[in-house]
Structures are given as C-alpha cells and as structure tokens.
C-alpha cells in the first residue's frame, strides 16, 4: 500500500524559552517498507540536525536550537509504499527460547498476576502453537476490551486495562506485549499510522500495536483495536520494548514558569500501489 502523510505539530509557549535537544521519531522504519519522499521542516530552525540509528532500528532525527523561542513547529511530509508482511508456511515452528538481540523485548517488570493468568488461559488453548495464540489473543482482545479514544496520558498498564475492559490503541498494545511476555516471548510496542480513517472524532492521529518475536519467522505485527494481522496497512515509525521509547517528539525546554500548549494536524492518504 501507498502512504502519503502529513504530520504538523506545534508547541506554543507563553514566554520565549530555550529549547532543549529533541528526538524526532517520524521516519518510517527502514525495515517497514520503501521510502518515496522526504521532507522535514522545523521553525525555529536548528543550529544542528542529523539522523541517526537507535538501538532499536529505529531512524531518528536529533536537532539542536540555539535561539530562544515562543513556539517550535515540526512539519513532517513523506510518501512511503508499505511493504506486506510475509506470507505464513504451513507448520510455523513451534515458540522456543529466543536470545541475543531479542532479549530485551521480554522486558524486565513481573507480570500481573491476572495478566498472565488470562494469556495462560489462552495458551491453554493452543496446543504450544505461537502463531495460533497470537492470533487468538488479537482477536480475543479484540472482542472483549472496549476501544475508546484519550488522547491525553501514557498508556495504561495492562492490568489495569485488562480490570476496566476498555482502553485506547496503546493501552491494548500493552497489554499484548505484557501477555505475550508473560509466557516468555518477546514482544515490543510499535507507533506509526494505519490507513483506515475510522476515529470517533474524524481526525486522523497516530496509532499503536504490538508486535510478537517468533523465532524462524521473525517479527509478525497484530492490531488488537482492529482485530487483524498488520501487513501493508500500517507503517511503522519506531518500535521499543517500552512506549515512552516511541514518542513522535521527546524534548524540553529551559525557562521559569509558562504555559505550553501542544496541537497537532495528521493528514493520511493510503492506497493500493
């Protein structure tokens, strides 16, 4: 699938303050698909830009300010074709221990109890099949938490969300990745688009989903707000083990006491290519 995108974001300030370093997460992920065209525009402009590799893959934009400044604009435009995910051979391997690279996605917290309780439950059903409990956990939390929009906050632990049964995209996305590393398989958090315009609002925004490490077939991507695999559908801007790693825009700012205000614009265009 192709994808036009336009992400414009504006921070207003009440006063003129110094701006901090920022991390810039808008790139699609070189892994994800081919990318078409780039343009980033940032006001003020930065004394010093670059792109860079994160630990995770991850192609980020680190950018530098030197002047003081009431307001900071990113304007973010790329054309994309995303590629497929590919295509399942009969008898999948069954889950085994996967280290090196990976490790890191298992996380590092205990896993509510309830939690893996409720992926223990599903495994059961399994037979030790990844992919079969990962597609059924897609679709059972597809069916049973409530998708609601909040635009606002980090997402939920997945107890929590798993205890009130409603949730925003990243709330499911943790809740995913907690049950699947609840069993002892790696799982990350993944922020981009996805090209269907079906909001409450209208708008477009950002979206999240996990993904789940399967050795032999690699990274295989779920929607759980959606009830499907992720193939061309989605574009991918930075995957992490955690969602604070994924934030679109990770900064500051130096100064005394002022207000700031965040508004953003996403426009998303998305066809057979």
């Not at 409603?166 to 981009?192: E, H, I, K, M, N």
Request: hydrophobic share 40%.
């Amino acid at each position: 699938m192709r994808f036009s995108v336009h992400h414009l974001t504006i921070y207003r300030y009440s006063a003129p303050v110094r701006l901090a370093q920022h991390i810039l997460r808008l790139n699609p992920r070189p892994d994800a698909g081919r990318l078409l065209k780039r343009e980033l525009a940032i006001d003020p402009a930065p004394f010093l830009q670059e792109d860079a590799t994160d630990a995770f893959g991850n192609l980020v934009t680190r950018v530098d300010f030197e002047e003081p400044s009431d307001h900071l604009l990113i304007d973010s435009r790329f054309a994309f074709e995303a590629a497929p995910a590919p295509p399942l051979a009969r008898g999948a391997p069954r889950p085994v221990e996967a280290d090196g690279a990976v490790a890191v996605y298992r996380g590092d917290r205990p896993i509510n109890g309830a939690v893996s309780a409720f992926a223990a439950s599903i495994a059961a059903e399994c037979d030790g099949d990844a992919l079969a409990f990962l597609d059924r956990l897609n679709r059972t939390l597809y069916a049973r938490i409530d998708r609601r929009m909040r635009e606002e906050g980090a997402a939920r632990s997945a107890e929590e969300t798993l205890a009130l049964g409603s949730g925003a995209c990243r709330d499911l996305t943790v809740l995913f990745v907690a049950a699947c590393r609840s069993l002892g398989a790696p799982a990350r958090f993944v922020s981009g688009y996805q090209g269907q315009a079906d909001t409450p609002d209208g708008r477009r925004h950002l979206h999240a989903w996990p993904e789940a490490f399967v050795p032999g077939l690699g990274w295989r991507g779920y929607d759980p707000t959606h009830g499907f695999a992720v193939s061309d559908g989605h574009v991918p801007l930075c995957a992490a083990p955690e969602q604070a790693q994924t934030m679109p825009v990770e900064g500051g700012y130096f100064g005394g006491p002022v207000k700031s205000r965040l508004t953003y614009e996403i426009e998303i265009a998305a066809e057979r290519s």
